[in-house]
């Protein structure tokens, strides 16, 4: 298994977390089932692999996309972070 490191706003952090406590699983969890959405999508697999992703995972799907402004935003902070 890989390990991911991922910049998240710090309330979609807390969020996610609430979610994952509620649902009594991981934050990490969360985010497999929520990639392993694309994947199924990517391989063209049958609904059965999507229906096993829970109802709010499935949600979010979309809810993620930035404009440029965010990309602008990255690279700024990664040019402070390694300069």
Do not use: N, Q, W
């Not at 990517?42 to 995972?57: A, F, L, Q, R």
């Amino acid at each position: 298994m890989s390990k991911l490191t991922l910049h998240v706003p710090d309330d979609l952090v807390a969020a996610a977390k609430v979610e994952a406590a509620k649902r009594e699983t991981s934050v990490s969890k969360l985010v497999s089932d929520y990639f392993r959405l694309f994947a199924c999508r990517k391989e063209g697999e049958s609904g059965d692999e999507v229906s096993k992703i829970s109802p709010v995972t499935k949600s979010l799907v979309g809810c993620a996309r930035g404009g440029d402004e965010d990309l602008e935003d990255y690279i700024d902070y990664l040019e402070k972070k390694h300069s």
